[in-house]
């Protein structure tokens, strides 16, 4: 079964500083990989998304995320993290096999402190 | 440009009372629509999709129902809520069927069950 893991629960990083969250996934084939962000009380906001091709992704915000097939990774990343960045972020994969249906993971609450 | 609304964004409801949430989607036609769950710590679950009217399709037994009307309504009810269907509650909305297609969320309704 298709599975997505965000090891880190919370993360707290200086502003200014550089961010990098984790994701790994489970899945045979070529997965489609997205980072969603929640600010509290709200909904999730697409930052981007990995569908094939260049495995370096640019996002809104200043966001990146690189894909790495041999280690299942899709790694979120930011170089200088703004106080406005503090939120939760998921990670989501979707597979051929899976119909319509999303694989998110639990998410990581990022703080950032001044 | 498309956008999506839920309401209401906050309610408090009896055990055993009935459920009735909404989501619109206005600019754009015979939108993908999504029922999710959220509770704490534990990512989103998929509760229903739909890819038309009166199309739904249900991912998780339970004691929730959806329904869609219209071409960009969907609704989430409940005849008798339970204490463990208190939750983050979102709606989003996609182009198209398939996972290869971003999904896009509203600002989610809080249901806390008394």
């Known amino acids: 079964a298709q599975s997505v893991t965000q090891p880190d629960i919370h993360i707290t990083v200086s502003e200014g500083a550089s961010l990098e969250l984790r994701c790994n996934y489970s899945?045979?084939?070529?997965?489609?990989l997205f980072w969603y962000v929640q600010s509290p009380g709200q909904g999730l906001q697409l930052l981007l998304k990995?569908?094939?091709?260049?495995?370096l992704v640019q996002g809104i915000k200043g966001f990146e995320a690189e894909f790495k097939r041999s280690q299942s990774s899709f790694n979120l990343r930011k170089p200088s993290v703004h106080w406005s960045d503090a939120a939760e972020y998921f990670c989501a994969v979707g597979a051929a096999d899976t119909g319509n249906q999303f694989y998110f993971g639990t998410g990581t609450s990022l703080t950032v402190i001044p | 440009s498309q956008t999506i609304h839920q309401w209401p964004a906050t309610l408090v409801q009896p055990v055993g009372s009935p459920l009735s949430l909404e989501c619109t989607v206005e600019g754009t036609s015979n939108p993908n629509l999504y029922w999710y769950r959220q509770a704490a710590g534990r990512g989103l679950q998929l509760l229903f999709y739909?890819?038309?009217?009166?199309?739904i399709s249900s991912e998780v037994p339970q004691n929730l129902s959806a329904s869609r009307p219209q071409d960009r309504q969907f609704i989430l009810s409940s005849k008798k809520l339970l204490l463990s269907d208190s939750g983050f509650y979102l709606c989003?909305?996609?182009?198209?069927?398939?996972?290869?297609?971003?999904?896009?969320f509203g600002d989610g309704t809080r249901l806390s069950i008394l």
């Open positions: 739909s890819v038309g009217i009166g199309q």
């Open positions: 990995y569908f094939s091709g260049d495995t």
């Open positions: 989003a909305w996609s182009v198209l069927p398939g996972v290869n297609q971003p999904q896009h």
């Open positions: 899945y045979g084939a070529t997965p489609y």
